[in-house]
């Protein structure tokens, strides 16, 4: 065979393997493509209704929790844990516990609400904590400097995450040590975690070791990832439960959760009909900022039959939350819960 017809024979083996790559992939992505289209029109059906026992204030053994290691919890001796703080001059301190409980401190209620968490899921909770300002921790480390400067949380599970510094030097973020009246459980970020308002969980690092001032550009944990480097809060709600639907001639009570971040709650709506007609619910808790607000509405008892129930809220500044559809990647899910209901 001369050399020419090898080059030739390769060169047909070549084109056959790609062809063949080409339609392997393509056969691949079809699938995947399918898949994706299955699941998300499966997502977006009404979700089988399941009733929550839902309270203003979550139990600590309820409260959610996610990490980047289900499994990890700390051992430490608290009285020997110190908190590094580290300023753009790179000089440091550190703080005990003790010290960060004698910073000026309240309580206040809170709710954190996880990125990943989809449209009706749970991944969301609300607690009262002791805090101190984080104004008043990095003061000792703080600088007059903003354009391009940041605050970096980590903690000693090597979760790290970062936020423009004038963003915590206001009134409502903290470093929380305290939850519902007592030390920080190992499972929710003991001894210590930040709160910074707006954000969802993965911008507010738990069972902190060490707190930064920088002007280096830090891509946190998750954000690596090509998630949201903003990670701000998509207003929500959810039907938690439906009483007394199989309770013949009796009125139903249906009943929830709303949420709006740094936003307060002002109204929340509800359609019995799937979405054609709404009618306004009773908010049972007052509105705050950063916090759930409880939600009710009593529905005169309809014929038997199955209905589609939707809830969506409008925040303080009078701005419906995103109706559209989305998955959690890369910056939060969005659109309305939407429950069936078999009225018996």
């Not at 691949?28 to 929550?52: F, M």
């Not at 104004?135 to 600088?143: E, Q, R």
């Not at 354009?147 to 995450?161: E, F, N, Q, T």
């Not at 705050?288 to 509405?297: G, I």
């Amino acid at each position: 065979m001369s050399g020419n017809e090898i080059f030739k024979s390769i060169q047909k083996m070549d084109s056959d393997q790609i062809k063949y790559g080409r339609r392997k992939f393509a056969v691949i992505l079809g699938v995947g493509v399918a898949g994706l289209i299955g699941w998300k029109y499966y997502d977006s059906l009404p979700q089988t209704y399941h009733p929550r026992k839902t309270t203003f204030i979550t139990p600590n053994e309820e409260f959610y929790s996610v990490s980047v290691n289900m499994f990890y919890r700390p051992t430490l001796d608290i009285e020997k844990w110190r908190l590094e703080l580290v300023g753009l001059d790179k000089k440091s301190l550190n703080l005990s516990l003790e010290n960060i409980k004698n910073l000026p401190n309240k309580v206040v209620n809170y709710t954190y609400c996880c990125i990943g968490n989809k449209v009706g899921g749970s991944d969301i909770s609300n607690a009262a904590w002791k805090v101190a300002l984080l104004k008043d921790l990095l003061s000792p480390i703080s600088t007059d400097r903003r354009d391009g400067v940041r605050m970096v949380a980590y903690g000693l599970d090597g979760y790290y995450s970062s936020v423009p510094l004038e963003q915590v030097l206001d009134q409502e973020s903290y470093i929380a040590y305290e939850m519902n009246g007592a030390m920080l459980p190992s499972d929710h970020g003991m001894p210590a975690r930040v709160i910074i308002p707006g954000r969802y969980g993965m911008k507010q690092p738990k069972w902190l070791k060490k707190i930064e001032i920088t002007d280096r550009k830090v891509t946190g944990y998750w954000e690596e990832q090509n998630w949201s480097d903003d990670a701000e809060v998509k207003s929500l709600t959810r039907l938690d439960y439906a009483n007394d639907i199989e309770t013949e001639g009796a009125d139903i009570l249906l009943g929830g959760i709303a949420f709006c971040g740094k936003s307060s709650v002002a109204k929340v709506e509800i359609s019995v009909d799937g979405g054609k007609t709404w009618r306004q619910a009773e908010l049972e808790t007052k509105p705050e900022k950063n916090v759930w607000t409880l939600w009710k509405f009593l529905w005169k008892r309809p014929e038997k039959g199955l209905y589609t129930i939707v809830c969506r809220v409008i925040d303080e500044n009078n701005k419906r939350q995103i109706e559209s559809e989305r998955d959690w990647f890369p910056s939060g899910s969005t659109g309305l819960h939407r429950v069936r209901l078999n009225i018996v």
